[in-house]
C-alpha cells in the first residue's frame, strides 16, 4: 500500500506493526510524559493505599504457627481435610494445600500455633478420617508430621532481605553513575521503587501470599528491570552523544528516538521472559504442586511486567525531565525551540518535528507544466 506525498511522489506506507518492530514507529514517549507520570502516580497512589488498607498476607514463616502434614490418601480433597480439622478444633485453618503429585502428594496445613492437646486432637482425627501411612505403607499416626515455626525465624528473614536490598541499589546506584552518569542513576533508581512499590501494591490488592520464596523473587524481578532500563539508557547515551553541538533536535526528541528503537526489543525481552514464567506456574501448580515455586513465579510474572513499564514510560521520561531542569540541556533545548519560534516551527518539548515532506522535483529546462519536454525546433 502507498500513499502520496504534497509533491505527487509516492512513498511505501508501513502498519504501526512495521513501524515498532524496525524503531521508526515515531511513537511519542517523551512528549506525552506528563500523562505518563499522572498514570504512574494512579498506579502507585492505588498500590500504596491497598498496602495501607489490606496489608499483606503473610506466610506461616513470618507470622509463626504450626504446619501439619501427612501423605495424601488417594482421593482426600482440601475441603475433607478442612471439614475435619474445623470438626476437631472448632475453628479453620490458616491454608490446607496439596504438595506433590501421584504416590508421593501430602497434605499440608497451615494454622495458628497449636499447643500440645490441640495437636494431639488433631492428629487423632486426621487419622481416625483419612488413615495416612508411613514409608513402610502401614497406617500410623506417626506419619501425621507437626512442625512449629517460629515468627522470629520470618522476621531475620526479612531483615536480611531489606540488606540486601539496600546493597543492591547501592552498588546500582555506583554502576550506573560510573558507566552512564549521575542523571541516570537517579533516574534508574527511582524506577526500581516504583517496582517494588507497585509488585508489593499487586500481592496486597489480589491477596497473594507473601512467604521467603517471594521475597528472593523481589530481588529477582529488580535485577530484569535494572537490565531492561540499562539497555534502553545505553540506546539514549548513544542517540544523545553530541547533541548539545547541533541545533536540529533536542535532548528530549533524541531519547524518545532511543525509545522507539530499544521498544520492540523490551517487548521480546518480557514476553520470552514471562513464557518460563508461566511454565513454571504450571509445573508448580498442576504437576508438583510445590508451594515455593508457585510463591516465586508469581512474583516474577507480577515484577517482569512492572519492570517492563517502568523501564519504557518511567525511567526515561524521569531521566528527561530531571535533564530538562537545569545544565546544558536545559539551555540547549530553550536555544532550539527558540530557533523553531523563529522559522515557525513549532514544537511542543519532547515532541519530534514531523517528517518533512519531500521537496517538489525541480522541473528539467524545457519541461511543459505537465512535465513533458519541448521538441526542439531547428
Given at each position: 500500500?502507498?500513499?502520496?506525498?504534497?509533491?505527487?511522489?509516492?512513498?511505501?506506507?508501513?502498519?504501526?506493526?512495521?513501524?515498532?518492530?524496525?524503531?521508526?514507529?515515531?511513537?511519542?514517549?517523551?512528549?506525552?510524559?506528563?500523562f505518563?507520570?499522572?498514570l504512574?502516580?494512579?498506579?502507585?497512589?492505588?498500590?500504596?493505599?491497598?498496602?495501607?488498607?489490606?496489608?499483606?498476607?503473610?506466610?506461616?514463616?513470618?507470622?509463626?504457627?504450626?504446619?501439619?502434614?501427612?501423605?495424601?490418601?488417594?482421593?482426600?480433597?482440601?475441603?475433607?481435610v478442612?471439614?475435619?480439622?474445623?470438626?476437631a478444633?472448632?475453628?479453620?485453618?490458616?491454608?490446607?494445600?496439596?504438595?506433590?503429585?501421584?504416590?508421593?502428594?501430602?497434605?499440608?496445613?497451615?494454622s495458628?500455633a497449636?499447643?500440645?492437646?490441640?495437636?494431639?486432637?488433631?492428629?487423632?482425627?486426621?487419622?481416625?478420617?483419612?488413615?495416612?501411612?508411613?514409608?513402610?505403607?502401614?497406617?500410623?499416626?506417626?506419619?501425621?508430621?507437626?512442625a512449629?515455626?517460629?515468627?522470629?525465624?520470618?522476621?531475620?528473614?526479612?531483615?536480611?532481605?531489606?540488606?540486601?536490598?539496600?546493597?543492591?541499589?547501592?552498588?546500582?546506584?555506583?554502576y550506573?553513575?560510573?558507566?552512564?552518569?549521575?542523571?541516570?542513576?537517579?533516574?534508574?533508581?527511582?524506577?526500581?521503587?516504583?517496582?517494588?512499590?507497585?509488585?508489593?501494591?499487586?500481592?496486597?490488592?489480589?491477596?497473594?501470599e507473601?512467604?521467603?520464596?517471594?521475597?528472593?523473587?523481589?530481588?529477582?524481578?529488580?535485577?530484569?528491570?535494572?537490565?531492561?532500563?540499562?539497555?534502553?539508557?545505553?540506546?539514549?547515551?548513544?542517540?544523545?552523544?553530541?547533541?548539545?553541538?547541533l541545533?536540529?533536535?533536542?535532548?528530549?526528541?533524541?531519547?524518545?528516538?532511543?525509545?522507539?528503537?530499544?521498544?520492540?526489543?523490551?517487548?521480546?525481552?518480557?514476553?520470552?521472559?514471562?513464557?518460563?514464567?508461566?511454565?513454571?506456574?504450571?509445573?508448580?501448580?498442576?504437576?508438583?504442586?510445590?508451594?515455593?515455586?508457585?510463591?516465586?513465579?508469581?512474583?516474577?510474572?507480577?515484577?517482569?511486567?512492572?519492570?517492563?513499564?517502568?523501564?519504557?514510560?518511567?525511567?526515561t521520561p524521569l531521566?528527561?525531565?530531571?535533564?530538562?531542569?537545569?545544565?546544558?540541556?536545559?539551555?540547549?533545548?530553550e536555544?532550539?525551540?527558540?530557533k523553531?519560534?523563529?522559522?515557525?516551527?513549532?514544537?511542543?518539548?519532547?515532541?519530534?518535528?514531523?517528517?518533512?515532506?519531500?521537496?517538489?522535483?525541480?522541473?528539467?529546462?524545457?519541461?511543459?507544466?505537465?512535465?513533458?519536454?519541448?521538441?526542439?525546433?531547428?
Amino acid at each position: 500500500m502507498t500513499e502520496s506525498n504534497t509533491s505527487g511522489a509516492v512513498l511505501p506506507h508501513h502498519s504501526w506493526l512495521q513501524r515498532l518492530y524496525t524503531g521508526t514507529g515515531g511513537f511519542e514517549v517523551i512528549g506525552r510524559r506528563k500523562f505518563y507520570y499522572w498514570l504512574t502516580g494512579v498506579i502507585v497512589g492505588l498500590s500504596l493505599l491497598s498496602i495501607v488498607v489490606r496489608g499483606f498476607t503473610l506466610g506461616i514463616e513470618f507470622e509463626g504457627g504450626t504446619r501439619i502434614q501427612f501423605p495424601a490418601p488417594d482421593g482426600v480433597s482440601t475441603s475433607q481435610v478442612e471439614t475435619v480439622y474445623a470438626d476437631a478444633l472448632g475453628t479453620d485453618p490458616v491454608s490446607v494445600q496439596t504438595v506433590g503429585s501421584g504416590a508421593s502428594s501430602s497434605v499440608e496445613i497451615r494454622s495458628e500455633a497449636l499447643d500440645a492437646g490441640q495437636v494431639n486432637t488433631l492428629q487423632n482425627a486426621l487419622f481416625d478420617a483419612f488413615h495416612p501411612t508411613d514409608k513402610n505403607g502401614d497406617a500410623s499416626k506417626s506419619a501425621i508430621s507437626v512442625a512449629d515455626v517460629s515468627e522470629t525465624w520470618g522476621g531475620q528473614i526479612t531483615k536480611k532481605a531489606l540488606i540486601a536490598l539496600i546493597v543492591f541499589l547501592v552498588i546500582v546506584s555506583i554502576y550506573i553513575a560510573i558507566r552512564f552518569e549521575r542523571d541516570m542513576a537517579i533516574a534508574a533508581i527511582i524506577s526500581l521503587f516504583f517496582d517494588m512499590i507497585v509488585t508489593a501494591g499487586i500481592y496486597s490488592l489480589i491477596g497473594f501470599e507473601v512467604t521467603p520464596a517471594t521475597v528472593i523473587g523481589l530481588l529477582t524481578i529488580l535485577g530484569f528491570s535494572l537490565y531492561d532500563t540499562v539497555v534502553v539508557f545505553d540506546k539514549v547515551e548513544e542517540n544523545t552523544r553530541g547533541v548539545l553541538h547541533l541545533n536540529r533536535r533536542t535532548y528530549a526528541e533524541q531519547a524518545n528516538l532511543a525509545v522507539n528503537q530499544t521498544l520492540m526489543r523490551s517487548i521480546n525481552t518480557t514476553v520470552i521472559s514471562v513464557l518460563p514464567v508461566i511454565g513454571l506456574m504450571v509445573v508448580a501448580v498442576w504437576l508438583l504442586g510445590v508451594g515455593t515455586l508457585k510463591d516465586l513465579a508469581l512474583v516474577q510474572l507480577v515484577g517482569i511486567l512492572v519492570g517492563a513499564y517502568s523501564s519504557i514510560f518511567t525511567a526515561t521520561p524521569l531521566l528527561v525531565s530531571i535533564k530538562e531542569r537545569w545544565g546544558p540541556v536545559a539551555a540547549h533545548t530553550e536555544k532550539v525551540l527558540g530557533k523553531r519560534a523563529a522559522a515557525g516551527t513549532v514544537t511542543a518539548p519532547g515532541v519530534a518535528p514531523a517528517v518533512r515532506a519531500a521537496a517538489p522535483v525541480t522541473p528539467q529546462v524545457g519541461a511543459t507544466p505537465t512535465g513533458k519536454r519541448n521538441k526542439k525546433r531547428h
